[in-house]
């Protein structure tokens, strides 16, 4: 398409020149202009082994399920180390300073992760938003086209309906001024 035809599309739905749009607004009035259908958002297409591992971390990590287990755990590390201590089979006696050091660890790497992950379903969610957005304004820019097709059909149709009653008072003038000169 011409870029006459951009530009004049854009200055009748958005009021500006094509050139002055965001990229958005110009993917808008592109698919306006094709009558091409809204592209749907892209799947994540630099999703990795480590992002997709860090976002199935992140689910699980962030679970009842995961805490239950955790705690469950915990309990019996602690409740077998207990029952061995006094034949002096314990491998982490009390104060449990193994067991400290594996929820430290754990704990600095599960932290980074999950963070991680949820940078990625903020831009997941930034371009879910920024599709929605062009959705809503090509629906929105949809309707004031289509308001304005309606607006034209009804400005011709009351232009004919005007033309039709014009003519019809012509014609009753004209039987009025005949019945009149009939009586006289």
Not at 8 to 17: K, M, V
Not at 158 to 165: G, Y
Request: charged share 25%; with cysteine.
């Amino acid at each position: 398409m011409s870029q006459e035809r951009l530009d004049q599309l854009s200055r009748e739905l958005l009021n500006r020149p094509y050139g002055e749009l965001a990229e958005v607004q110009r993917r808008v009035i592109d698919l306006i202009l094709h009558e091409a259908p809204s592209e749907k958002p892209g799947e994540d297409e630099d999703s990795t082994f480590w992002t997709r591992l860090a976002d199935r971390v992140a689910a699980v990590g962030g679970s009842w399920g995961f805490i239950g287990g955790f705690g469950l755990a915990l309990v019996l590390w602690m409740g077998v180390n207990l029952l061995l201590t006094p034949f002096k089979h314990a491998f982490d006696p009390y104060p449990f300073i193994f067991l400290n050091l594996l929820l430290s660890t754990l704990a600095a790497i599960q932290a980074p992760v999950i963070m991680m992950s949820q940078n990625r379903q903020a831009a997941k969610d930034r371009q879910t938003a920024e599709h929605d957005y062009a959705v809503n304004l090509r629906a929105e820019l949809e309707i004031m086209r289509v308001i304005d097709k309606l607006d034209a059909l009804r400005s011709e149709e009351l232009m004919v309906l005007c033309r039709e009653h014009a003519a019809r008072l012509e014609e009753l003038q004209g039987e009025v001024a005949r019945l009149r000169t009939e009586r006289s």
